[in-house]
C-alpha cells in the first residue's frame, strides 16, 4: 500500500505477531529472524486491565477479548483471565479473529459461556487479512473456579479482537512482488503491529513468498533467499544484507534491489528513504546505481506509473472525448463515426505514448468490440450478443472484454482473440463488468449471481505456453449489494460502485483488494446517482451522473472545466 495513494480510504490497520524468535549458534553465517515483527516488551499507547476480583463469568470473558488489544509480547494481560494450565499452553501467534463491536456474551449453562459476533474477517500467521463472507463468529468458553474467581479454561489459540482495536494497533503495508514482465511490483496487503520490528519482519515475509491467492499470477525474486540478520536502520537508511544467491546473481539482482527498495521504503515506522543491500557482506550496486538506493533508482518498476498523455476520456454520442475541456481525440474515434459505447485505451510501455485503443460498438443485433491504433482506423475483431465495456493494463497492449456474460476474450494489438478460462466464473453467475488491475495481475469482475450483483477479485496466472487463466476468485466486499461498476484507484485498492445500505441508492465505496478497509466516499456536488465510474493511480476519480462527467476534487464531485456547465458524456476511464 504505497504512500502515493490520493483518494482518502479507511485507515488501514495491520500485522499480527508471528512466531517467536529464535536463533542458531553464533558460530553459523546464518541467523534466523522471526516471520513477524517482535512485539514489543513494554506497554504502548493505551493497554487492557486485568480481571477484577469477584468478576462474573461473563465479564471475564469480555475481559479476555478487550485485552487482545495489546501490543506487548505474549499478551501477558490477556493471560490473566485464563485459568492456571492454558494460561501457560495458549499461544497469540496462531491469527487473529477480528469481530464487530456490538457482540453478545451470553452465560449458556453453568461455566459455560458463548460469544456471537460479526465476523469482521480473519488475519493469518503471515499478517495476510481474508474479509469473511458474511460470517458470523461465534464460540463457547468453558470457564473454572480458581481460588473462588472464574478463569478461563478452554481459551482457543489466537487473538479475538474487535475491529477499532485491530486498526489502532495495526499498521497495513504492502509485501511487494514482481509481475512476470519484470515491469512493476504488485502488491500483497499484509497487517503489522505497531512498535516491531516491521523492517525485518516485511522482508522476512517477502522471502516466505506471497499469499496463496496471489502467488500463481507473482515472481520472487528473494525465493530462496537468506536473510544474514535483522534489517539495520540507522537515520532513514536501512541496511540488508542477504546470503545463500547464485554465484552470477545477475540480472535477479537488479530485481531484488528494486524489490527490497519499493519495498522497505514504503514505511513509515521507522521512515525509510535509502537501502543498501549487501551480498555476503558486500554492497551491491547491479546497473551502476548507488550504494545507497532509492525509488528514484528503480522508478521503472513504480506499481502505479501511468502514462503522461494519460488524461481521462469519456464517450459522448458515440464519439471519444477527453476531459480536457470535451475535446475529441484525434482519428475517426474523435468523430463518433464507430458509435462507441465504451472503450480503454493502452500506452506503449517503452514511450508513454497512447497507442492501441479498443471500443465497444452497441446495436439491436449485438455488440462489436474495435481496435486499433490510437489516433487511427480501428476494425471489428469480436462480435457477439453482449460485450462488456473493454479493459487494459499496462503490463501489456491488450484489450479484455467479457463476451456474453460467460466467455473471458482477450485481444492483442495486431492479434486475433484469444480465450481466457476462469473455471470458477459459471458457477458464481453472470459477468457484467471486468476491470483490469494496473499491472495486469489481478481482475475484478462484478457477477449477477444468486444473491445479486457482488465484487470478486482474481488472479491472472500466465503459462508458458501462451495459455492465461483468470483464478481464484474472490467476493471482497461481501456487505456491498447491487454493484454496477468498479475501477482500479491504484495497484492495491478499488473504487466500487454499489447500493446503499438501503439499496435505495447507488454510492461509490473505496475498498481495498483484500477487502479490508470499506468506506463511503462522498458524493456532495453530483446532481444524480452515478451510474459509471473511471479511475487510475494518482489521478482524479471520474463518474457519469446523469449523462453528464464529474470529477472528484477535494472530496466534492465538480465539473471538468471548473466554474462551466458539466459536460455531457458516459462510460468514463483512464489510459493505462
Known amino acids: 500500500m504505497s504512500r502515493g495513494r490520493s483518494l482518502a480510504l479507511a485507515v488501514i490497520a495491520a500485522v499480527l505477531p508471528l512466531a517467536s524468535c529464535s536463533t542458531v549458534p553464533s558460530s553459523s553465517p546464518v541467523v534466523e529472524i522471526t516471520q513477524a515483527p517482535a512485539r514489543v516488551a513494554e506497554a504502548v499507547g493505551i493497554e487492557p486491565l486485568p480481571p477484577e476480583a469477584g468478576a462474573s463469568a461473563e465479564e471475564i470473558v469480555r475481559g479476555f477479548i478487550d485485552a487482545a488489544a495489546s501490543a506487548v509480547r505474549r499478551h501477558p494481560v490477556a493471560r490473566q483471565y485464563l485459568a492456571p494450565e492454558p ?6 501467534e496462531s491469527g487473529i479473529s477480528v ?9 449458556t449453562d453453568a461455566g459455560a459461556v ?3 459476533a460479526n465476523l469482521i474477517g480473519t488475519v493469518d500467521p503471515r499478517g495476510v487479512f481474508t474479509v469473511a463472507d458474511r460470517g458470523l463468529f461465534t464460540r463457547t468458553f468453558s470457564l473454572q473456579q480458581v481460588d473462588g474467581e472464574w478463569r478461563i479454561s478452554d481459551p482457543p489459540d489466537g487473538l479475538i479482537m474487535l475491529e477499532p482495536d485491530f486498526r489502532r494497533l495495526y499498521d497495513g503495508v504492502s509485501a511487494y512482488f514482481l509481475d512476470w514482465t519484470a515491469q512493476r511490483v504488485v502488491p500483497d496487503p499484509r497487517y503489522f503491529i505497531r512498535g516491531g520490528s516491521q523492517p525485518t519482519a516485511l522482508v522476512e515475509r517477502l522471502i516466505t513468498g506471497p499469499s496463496a491467492p496471489l502467488a500463481a499470477g507473482v515472481r520472487n525474486p528473494l525465493s530462496g533467499v537468506q536473510l544474514a540478520r535483522a534489517v539495520v536502520v540507522d537515520g532513514q537508511t536501512a541496511t540488508v544484507e542477504l546470503t545463500g544467491l547464485p554465484a552470477e546473481p545477475s540480472p535477479l539482482l537488479a530485481e531484488i534491489c528494486a524489490q527490497l527498495v519499493w519495498n ?5 515506522r521507522p521512515r525509510i528513504s535509502n537501502v543498501v543491500v549487501l551480498l555476503d557482506g558486500e554492497p551491491v550496486t547491479p546497473g551502476g546505481v548507488p550504494v545507497q538506493q532509492t525509488v528514484e533508482h528503480w522508478a521503472s518498476f513504480d506499481p502505479d506509473a501511468v502514462p503522461v498523455d494519460g488524461v481521462g476520456h469519456y464517450i459522448e454520442a458515440g464519439a471519444l472525448r477527453t476531459v480536457a475541456a470535451g475535446e475529441p481525440v484525434p482519428g475517426p474515434a474523435g468523430t463518433g463515426v464507430y458509435g462507441l459505447s465504451s472503450a480503454a485505451i493502452a500506452a506503449d510501455s517503452a514511450s508513454g505514448r497512447l497507442s492501441f485503443l479498443a471500443g ?8 462489436t468490440l474495435l481496435a486499433g491504433p490510437y489516433g487511427g482506423e480501428l476494425a471489428p475483431v469480436l462480435s457477439a450478443r453482449t460485450l462488456s465495456a473493454p479493459t487494459v493494463a499496462a503490463t501489456r497492449t491488450e484489450a479484455w472484454v467479457v463476451r456474453d456474460g460467460a466467455e473471458l476474450v482477450r485481444v492483442p494489438a495486431g492479434g486475433p482473440p484469444q480465450p481466457v478460462a476462469a473455471p470458477t466464473l459459471a458457477g458464481l453467475g453472470r459477468a457484467e463488468v471486468l476491470q483490469l488491475s494496473p499491472d495486469g495481475v489481478r481482475a475484478a469482475v462484478v457477477v449477477d449471481g444468486p444473491q445479486g450483483r457482488r465484487l470478486h477479485v482474481g488472479t491472472v496466472v500466465r503459462s508458458d505456453d501462451g495459455a492465461v487463466v483468470l483464478r481464484d476468485l474472490r467476493n471482497v466486499a461481501p456487505t456491498l449489494a447491487g454493484v454496477i461498476d468498479v475501477g482500479w484507484r491504484d495497484s492495491g485498492d478499488l473504487l466500487v460502485l454499489a447500493g446503499d445500505e438501503g439499496e435505495d441508492r447507488i454510492v461509490p465505496y473505496s475498498v481495498g483488494v483484500d477487502g479490508w478497509g470499506l468506506a463511503l466516499v462522498p458524493t456532495s456536488g453530483l446532481p444524480s446517482q452515478p451510474t459509471s465510474l473511471g479511475v487510475a493511480p494518482l489521478r482524479q476519480a471520474l463518474v457519469s451522473a446523469g449523462d453528464t462527467v464529474w470529477q472528484l476534487v477535494g472530496g466534492t464531485w465538480v465539473t471538468l472545466v471548473r466554474g462551466a456547465e458539466p459536460l455531457p458524456g458516459t462510460a468514463p476511464f483512464y489510459p493505462l
Open 264 to 268: 522497505l521504503t514504503q514505511l513509515d
Open 360 to 367: 465497444v460498438r452497441t446495436d439491436p443485433d449485438g455488440a
Open 87 to 92: 494460561a501457560e499452553s495458549w499461544t497469540d
Open 114 to 116: 458463548t460469544v456471537t
Open 99 to 107: 469481530i464487530g463491536t456490538d457482540f453478545a456474551v451470553v452465560t
